[in-house]
């Protein structure tokens, strides 16, 4: 080999592998197929100009050459195809699949008919009289003529159909990969052919035949940018692999002419043998000392080839984590948009949320209003189809409304995202043009689009956590009510029974003549009725107005003394009472009246559970115990009887307000007891088996 292949050489690799790898990507695809056929075509010639270039015979050099000849008249028929199948395939020539046999079939028909001849001159080069290269001879024969004709009406109309695809098409990006097809393979063709008609004037400059090589490396080149920069292809991830491997082939070609050759040349003119053995164990060496540093090229060439995704995925994810605490609906949309406009440069970014009432999708964005867009209207079925990003010119211009269209024209729409979660459509953003005024390049899409399928989940847990919290508020409401409901029932309850007996006795006192006792018993009955109302209404309020607690230094011993001879004074000798003080400190900061209340109370109602067992248990001894203690900063107040205790269906309701099972009692005590616990900072338990209960206030201290 000769260092005049070694473009073709590397060319040959890259187009190979490129050719393979379009290919494998989707070889259901049409456009796919021809593509890389195309791309095949150009590594055959490479592969003929590397035959050429290394042969010292005549006769194989020829056969290079020969099936260069055929190569060249086969590239403007697929040119001609790839342009009725790029960007989007033409209608007509997608029904008619025969098309595509007559227009390669043509050239080939000729290229048969013109074997074994060809019009290519093989020349030795200057320095090397065993190395022959090639030269285009025009003659002109009938066959000749015929596919020269055919190339020529191939280059233009495959160049026609480019241009009016170019007039039709609605997004910068299929306009910038069209006229990149089009500028390039014109390039590539014209080139070709002023390398060729001038190479007599230039050669004498430099190595025409080094040059015409590079025209091949050039081509390669021209394939990575379309399909890498352009996306002419829309490629998987796979593509990166392929191209780590081919330029890995590449460094090691290219190892091989400039060292491995050398040295190779060197040690056969030193040994006056042959040195294809020692040539092998170098290139397997070189390959072995390149293996290790593949992954590092591989993720070098993803950060240069990806660097805006990298970039990209470095912001999302620090958007992402800001946005797993909840938001509410505003709050997150308000995020969401910000986000966008500074990571993107969008200048406005238009949210439209489907309403669960109506099944329309409005307008979040506050001062801004849009025509209704409704689940049928195109625009919705179009998201729903392509479940990515659209860009605004691929929408049917003709089937959406004219009313929206222009809402969107007039906000300088460029793209839509929407908000898929499962099959449903939640919603979907309008991203406007960018302030730099550039286009989205498909990797932004591309990273947008699985951006908002991770925003409608966070979306829709939003929304469950909202629903969840309604459903709360709506639950707390009705608890309320049902309160409100109980607490009317109660008063209602509790003021009857005073009114009928002081309505009836003031009755009596009017219509009848009474004697001088009876007289006064009614009167006192009066009296007792309007105390009994008077006391309801006092319990009333303490429960609804309880005054804010008045924290002050107290003596332990001097409280639970007032506590002793208030209840002391109301048993008997059958119920033992007894205060248990494992507080260290003397002094406690406590409002002493509400807690006498509280605790006296719960003392109150011990006394009362003992006596409703005694009722059934004859000889039954009662006792009630007050403990108290301190964990770490908290105050323990227990109050504990052995009396008849709380039955199990009315433990939940004890803390209501009039809930009593006391003939005579109102049913506020504990309602109120609990409302100055809950007011002085503390909380208020307890636990009741048919042994006893024990009620415990726990209550915050300095």
């Known amino acids: 080999m000769n260092i005049y292949s070694l473009p073709a050489v590397i060319a040959f690799t890259i187009n190979f592998s490129l050719a393979i790898l379009v290919f494998l990507d989707n070889p259901k695809k049409s456009l796919n197929r021809w593509f890389s056929g195309f791309v095949f075509i150009f590594a055959i010639w490479n592969l003929s100009e590397i035959i050429i270039l290394n042969t010292p015979q005549y006769e194989k050099a020829l056969l290079g050459a020969q099936i260069l000849y055929r190569t060249l008249f086969l590239i403007p028929a697929f040119f001609l195809i790839i342009s009725f199948l790029f960007p989007k395939p033409n209608r007509k020539f997608k029904q008619n699949s025969w098309l595509e046999i007559v227009i390669l079939g043509l050239p080939i028909l000729a290229l048969a008919f013109s074997f074994p001849n060809f019009r290519i001159v093989l020349q030795p080069l200057t320095k090397f009289k065993n190395i022959y290269y090639y030269q285009i001879k025009i003659s002109l024969t009938p066959v000749f003529l015929f596919l020269l004709s055919i190339t020529l009406a191939y280059m233009g109309w495959g160049t026609i159909n480019l241009m009016r695809k170019l007039e039709k098409a609605r997004t910068n990006r299929e306009r910038n990969q069209i006229r990149f097809l089009l500028i390039g393979i014109l390039s590539i063709f014209l080139i070709y052919i002023l390398v060729n008609a001038f ?94 540093f593949e992954a590092r090229i591989q993720h070098f060439i993803d950060r240069l080839l990806y660097k805006q995704i990298y970039a990209y995925r470095r912001k999302f994810l620090d958007f992402s984590r800001d946005l797993l605490a909840y938001r509410d609906r505003d709050t997150f949309f308000k995020k969401l948009a910000r986000f966008i406009q500074d990571a993107f440069g969008t200048r406005e970014v238009y949210v439209f949320l489907k309403d669960d009432k109506s099944g329309n999708y409005k307008l979040w964005n506050k001062g801004a209003k849009a025509p209704p867009i409704t689940e049928n209207d195109t625009i919705i079925k179009h998201l729903l189809r392509a479940q990515s990003g659209v860009e605004f010119f691929d929408l049917d211009h003709k089937r959406n409304p004219k009313t929206l269209l222009d809402f969107f024209s007039r906000k300088k729409a460029a793209l839509f995202l929407p908000f898929i979660y499962e099959t449903e459509l939640l919603g979907f953003m309008t991203l406007s043009e960018k302030i730099n005024q550039k286009a989205y390049s498909q990797e932004e899409i591309e990273i947008l689009s699985i951006f908002s399928n991770e925003m409608a989940n966070t979306y829709i847990r939003n929304r469950i956590i909202d629903e969840m919290r309604e459903e709360e508020r709506q639950q707390s409401r009705i608890q309320r009510l049902a309160a409100i409901g109980q607490l009317t029932a109660g008063i209602a309850h509790e003021i009857r029974n005073p009114l009928n007996t002081i309505a009836t006795s003031a009755e009596t006192l009017i ?110 001894y009662g006792e009630l115990v007050l403990h108290i203690q301190k964990h770490r900063s908290t105050l323990v107040f227990i109050v504990e009887d052995n009396g008849s205790g709380i039955p199990q269906e009315n433990q939940a309701s004890i803390f209501n307000p009039f809930f009593t099972t006391k003939p005579e009692g109102t049913g506020l005590g504990l309602s109120i007891s609990c409302n100055i616990v809950e007011t002085m900072g503390g909380k208020m338990e307890f636990k009741s088996s048919d042994q006893g209960s024990q009620f415990v206030v726990q209550l915050p201290t300095k």
């Open 199 to 292: 190479h007599s004037y230039y050669g004498k400059l430099f190595s025409f035949y080094f040059f015409s090589t590079l025209l091949t490396l050039l081509v390669s080149f021209f394939f990575f940018a379309a399909i890498l920069q352009y996306k002419i292809l829309s490629l998987s991830r796979l593509i990166t692999g392929g191209l780590t491997y081919s330029l890995l082939s590449s460094i090691v070609l290219a190892i091989y002419f400039l060292i491995v050759k050398g040295l190779s040349e060197s040690l056969g003119q030193l040994f006056q043998s042959n040195s294809f053995l020692f040539e092998a164990f170098l290139i397997l060496l070189l390959i072995l000392l390149i293996r290790p």
């Open 511 to 620: 219509k009848r003549k009474l004697d001088p006792d009876s007289e006064a018993e009614l009167k006192s009955y009066i009296l007792e009725e309007t105390n009994r109302l008077s006391n309801i209404l006092t319990d009333f309020l303490k429960l609804s107005r309880i005054r804010q607690p008045q924290p002050k230094e107290i003596s332990v011993e001097e409280f639970l003394e007032r506590i002793a001879l208030d209840v002391e004074s109301r048993i008997d000798a059958t119920i033992s009472f007894k205060i248990e003080n494992r507080l260290r400190r003397k002094k406690i900061t406590i409002d002493p009246d509400l807690l006498f209340q509280v605790l006296l109370n719960l003392c109150l109602n011990g006394i009362d559970a003992i006596r409703e067992r005694q009722k059934a248990e004859k000889d039954f």
